[in-house]
T-cell receptor
Framework: DAGVIQSPRHEVTEMGQEVTLRCKPISGHNSLFWYRQTMMRGLELLIYFNNNVPIDDSGMPEDRFSAKMPNASFSTLKIQPSEPRDSAVYFC????????????FGSGTRLTVV | AQTVTQSQPEMSVQEAETVTLSCTYDTSESDYYLFWYKQPPSRQMILVIRQEAYKQQNATENRFSVNFQKAAKSFSLKISDSQLGDAAMYFCAYRSALANNDMRFGAGTRLTVKP
């Protein structure tokens, strides 16, 4: 298995632009999580899905952030419009239904908003 | 809400020596899972070891072992025979056994391995 695949690996964009981050979870995993990592706040959960349904989006910072999971093999995290304070590493992770297995993380997308 | 605390922002160890990273957590639940993740400079998050709360026996994975003290809500990671490749950020994480619960992470401990 190729693991959790995220794209792009790096993204540099100008303030005000729309940014879309993509994630392909491991086949068969039915939970998907989006995290944001910064030096100041550490790892923050933004949103997670079970069986493609959003369960908890209380971590989404504001309306500028949105996430979708149209099918079991694809998810997007969109920021519109982007701001410099959105600069961070964004991780996608997936998990089997059993909590024993923990998460498998993607390699992350480093977003820089200038 | 459950919280995870890693009180050591940084630790260092001499190559081939042993080091212990601390983690405590706060929960009112009795059934849960605990994890240690490693994040090297490549930034990939790698699962190191896991522990089920209902198991009294401490988990081990080669040079990595945990000291799980359920009553004290403590979950420390011991790395034996430290290697240069062990240098990384280490995150402790808690996951409830209840359905639809996400994983909570500590702030991390940066481990430096000195040659």
């Amino acid at each position: 298995d190729a693991g959790v695949i995220q794209s792009p690996r790096h993204e540099v964009t100008e303030m005000g632009q729309e940014v879309t981050l993509r994630c392909k979870p491991i086949s068969g995993h039915n939970s998907l999580f989006w995290y944001r990592q910064t030096m100041m706040r550490g790892l923050e959960l933004l949103i997670y899905f079970n069986n493609n349904v959003p369960i908890d989006d209380s971590g989404m910072p504001e309306d500028r952030f949105s996430a979708k999971m149209p099918n079991a093999s694809f998810s997007t995290l969109k920021i519109q419009p982007s701001e410099p304070r959105d600069s961070a590493v964004y991780f996608c992770a997936s998990s089997l239904g059993s909590f024993y297995y923990g998460y498998t993380f993607g390699s992350g997308t480093r977003l820089t908003v200038v | 809400a459950q919280t995870v605390t890693q009180s050591q922002p940084e630790m260092s160890v001499q190559e081939a020596e042993t080091v212990t990273l601390s983690c405590t957590y706060d929960t009112s639940e009795s059934d849960y899972y605990l994890f240690w993740y490693k994040q090297p400079p490549s930034r990939q998050m790698i699962l190191v070891i896991r522990q089920e709360a209902y198991k009294q026996q401490n988990a081990t994975e080669n040079r990595f072992s945990v000291n799980f003290q359920k009553a004290a809500k403590s979950f420390s990671l011991k790395i034996s025979d430290s290697q240069l490749g062990d240098a990384a950020m280490y995150f402790c994480a808690y996951r409830s056994a209840l359905a639809n619960n996400d994983m909570r992470f500590g702030a991390g401990t940066r481990l430096t391995v000195k040659p």
